[in-house]
């Protein structure tokens, strides 16, 4: 029995926060720093089971608001594609153990970092292609497989949206609806493999109304706050999270 004590909620609830507003207002790409940064405190299986709820909700509440703006061919490419990437991770759930997930949450987390500091150095560019449906759906299973076992789907949707040359609106709208349907791809799965709880399930109601709170900030932010201003605090906490991450599955 896991002890939710002062130490979950010093990192829980900024967590939450934080991860609502990145999928509320910037393209969920690095909305997974909540999974990670929570999988400091309790085991990453725990981690997975606490967090999917809440972004069921942050999708719930963001879909109004974006409805209709989003780019169709892309959002149901990449949808179709993660149905067999959830699949694939749903079996190495099963094979291996804990340290294996932190390891793989750690290197997931300085991976994004690198790839947005890469591009915003000008080392790595992403050209405008037009629209690929192989593409869209080998991008949709790297984001099944990667949000499956560590709520990381942003970035690999990130790579091929970027590529696609979309409005901001129609950016954001399009990571909202293929994340509400790729989480709930993931949830029947979860249930099977004993990832929601009840320790899950009392974790996630203490933090939703940080999730709301989150949800609120994320939708105000898209208009008003500079994308360079949010993703700098990103890479900071996503080096500290994936180092210790990485860390504690080594020793």
Not at 97 to 112: K, P, Q, S, T
Not at 158 to 169: D, E, M, R, Y
Not at 191 to 210: H, K, Q, R
């Amino acid at each position: 029995m896991v002890e939710f004590g002062w130490e979950f909620f010093a990192v829980g609830i900024p967590a939450i926060v934080f991860g609502g507003i990145s999928k509320a207002g910037f393209g969920s790409g690095a909305a997974f720093a909540a999974g990670a940064i929570l999988a400091l405190v309790v085991p990453p299986g725990l981690a997975l089971g606490i967090v999917l709820p809440l972004f069921m909700l942050v999708d719930a509440a963001t879909l109004r608001p974006y409805w209709g703006k989003w780019h169709w061919p892309s959002a149901k490419g990449l949808m179709i594609g993660a149905v067999p990437g959830c699949i694939i991770a749903a079996w190495l759930y099963t094979a291996v153990e804990a340290d294996v997930f932190r390891l793989l949450i750690g290197v997931i987390c300085l991976a994004f970092v690198a790839f947005q500091l890469s591009r915003a150095l000008g080392w790595l560019q992403v050209r405008v292609m037009p629209f690929s449906r192989p593409v869209a759906w080998f991008a949709g299973l790297v984001s099944g497989f990667t949000s499956f076992v560590s709520h990381a789907g942003g970035p690999p949707a990130a790579v091929f949206l970027l590529s696609q040359g979309l409005s901001k609106t129609a950016y954001q709208a399009t990571t909202v609806v293929v994340f509400w349907a790729v989480n709930w791809m993931k949830a029947v799965p979860y249930a099977f493999l004993g990832i929601f709880s009840w320790e899950s399930l009392m974790g996630s109601l203490v933090l939703t109304p940080f999730a709301l709170l989150g949800t609120w900030l994320g939708l105000k932010a898209h208009h008003i706050v500079s994308e360079r201003v949010f993703f700098g605090l990103t890479y900071v906490l996503l080096i500290i999270t994936g180092l210790r991450l990485i860390w504690v599955a080594m020793s």
